[in-house]
């Protein structure tokens, strides 16, 4: 990918003539936690930064691509073995940190591809927080939200995506087929909100444990998942994706 700023493929001496043209950092956001029987934890972070570079490629030479945040809010899948969480003080400290850190090198727009739902809600109060307390610009995204009409459409198994299911199970086949054993996917064994009326439908929201939603650590079913969809999930991401920072950027270059 020679066409793209990927800040931990260059040198010093490269980094510092790629910060006179680049206008926005791009930092992929993901976490460490167990994907089911058949996926690594690697899964969140493969697909955010597989998916800053992709946009690094398409935006070249207007943005720069940090290295991925491979830690992030876990808490709901630390009884699965493996799991490591951040506090969300510390999941914040470290954002900040890295964003004051690309701030010295002249940047002053700032965009966090997410691979991990649940990042959202520190992420939702982390731009905020951003933007008054550093004066920049920042926003974010949810891959598989970005995408998400794709695999409403074209998913066989659309009732139960969720975590580990064809969606992101195909988004991972596409961009970093390496954290996914194929041989070993199967449905996930679902057991359903753990009180009445709650879930994303109804509007009531509980921070319920992974393990009180399924007992192999997938809320979905992945055995229709294919690298074709994933690719097709994550072109229309790409597509919303790049248009927003291009006018994210434009405009803002005129203020």
């Not at 980094?15 to 996926?39: C, D, N, R, T």
């Not at 914040?92 to 940047?107: C, E, T």
């Not at 520190?122 to 905020?128: A, F, G, K, R, T």
């Not at 929201?205 to 074709?228: H, I, K, M, R």
Request: proline share 5%; hydrophobic share 40%.
């Amino acid at each position: 990918m020679s066409n793209a700023y990927i800040l931990s493929d260059m040198t010093w001496l490269e980094a510092k003539e790629a910060f006179v043209k680049a206008e926005l950092a791009v930092i992929p956001v993901g976490s460490f936690e167990q994907h089911a029987p058949y996926m690594t934890f690697e899964v969140d972070s493969a697909r955010a930064y597989g998916f800053a570079k992709l946009l690094g490629e398409k935006l070249y030479p207007r943005v720069i691509v940090a290295p991925p945040i491979t830690f992030g809010i876990s808490h709901h899948h630390m009884k699965f073995p493996g799991t490591i969480t951040l506090e969300h003080d510390t999941f914040f400290a470290v954002i900040r940190d890295v964003v004051r850190s690309l701030m010295k090198h002249g940047i002053k727009q700032f965009f966090l591809t997410n691979g991990h739902g649940g990042n959202n809600p520190s992420l939702e109060v982390m731009i905020v927080r951003l933007r008054h307390e550093l004066g920049i610009k920042v926003a974010y995204a949810f891959i598989s939200a970005t995408g998400g009409e794709v695999t409403r459409n074209r998913s066989k198994t659309v009732s139960v995506d969720g975590h580990c299911g064809e969606g992101e199970t195909s988004q991972a086949m596409y961009l970093a087929p390496h954290v996914v054993r194929p041989e070993r996917i199967v449905p996930g064994t679902v057991k359903g909100y753990p009180y009445k009326h709650l879930g994303r439908s109804t509007g009531i929201a509980y921070p319920s444990n992974w393990e009180e939603l399924t007992e192999n650590g997938a809320l979905g079913d992945a055995t229709a998942a294919s690298a074709e969809l994933g690719k097709q999930v994550i072109d229309a991401a790409q597509i919303k994706t790049s248009e927003f920072l291009v006018d994210f950027m434009d405009k803002n270059a005129c203020k």
